[in-house]
């Protein structure tokens, strides 16, 4: 089923085929991991799905069921409001936890560091308060289980002035395995 969606998504397919899964009276589930806060300027993403679910009727759009799955936790709490914000679209929740695959171990994901920039930089506008500067709005997109992503685009930071090391942010997130992340919200 996932390669024939993939094939449908890069066809420009994808609205025939959430309208066929809906018309087979099967509920139509959307995780978009690494969401981010949702909704912003540069998600084809949601913008794409938002036109196609607009467009279906009412009794429709009730059976598309949304999860915006965010580790970051500044990025998250934002998420919330956006999901708020959109819910008259579909059924949409957001939830704060990374996504692994089914081959880690639990005993791996027991306390796993993600790394996140500061949240006095606004992860939609990329204006920083702490230091009155503004940064691309994507700057907050560069979180990971790795510092490496964040450490690239140093030169952000260096070019106002900034230590980009400072902003960065070690969180122990909670971990969810895809398998058990589907299972839940597609019961």
């Not at 679209?89 to 695959?101: E, G, H, K, P």
Request: glycine share 4%; proline share 4%; hydrophobic share 35%.
């Amino acid at each position: 089923r996932s390669n024939k969606l993939l094939k449908n998504l890069c066809n420009h397919n994808l609205e025939k085929h959430i309208n066929d899964v809906l018309h087979s009276s099967h509920d139509f589930h959307i995780f978009q991991i690494g969401a981010h806060t949702g909704f912003e300027r540069n998600d084809p993403l949601a913008k794409s799905l938002s036109i196609i679910i607009e467009a279906l009727p009412m009794q429709l759009q009730q059976r598309v069921h949304w999860t915006f799955v965010e580790p970051s936790p500044p990025n998250y709490k934002r998420s919330q409001k956006t999901v708020l914000e959109h819910s008259n679209l579909c059924d949409m929740n957001s939830i704060n936890a990374a996504v692994v695959s089914d081959q880690v171990s639990d005993v791996t994901t027991k306390d796993m560091i993600f790394y996140s920039l500061l949240d006095t930089i606004d992860p939609v506008t990329g204006y920083d308060e702490r230091s009155g500067k503004t940064f691309p709005a994507w700057i907050t997109q560069m979180s990971s289980f790795s510092k490496d992503p964040i450490l690239y685009n140093g030169d952000q930071f260096s070019r106002r002035g900034l230590n980009v090391s400072e902003y960065i942010v070690e969180t122990n997130v909670t971990v969810r395995h895809l398998s058990s992340l589907l299972a839940e919200f597609t019961a």
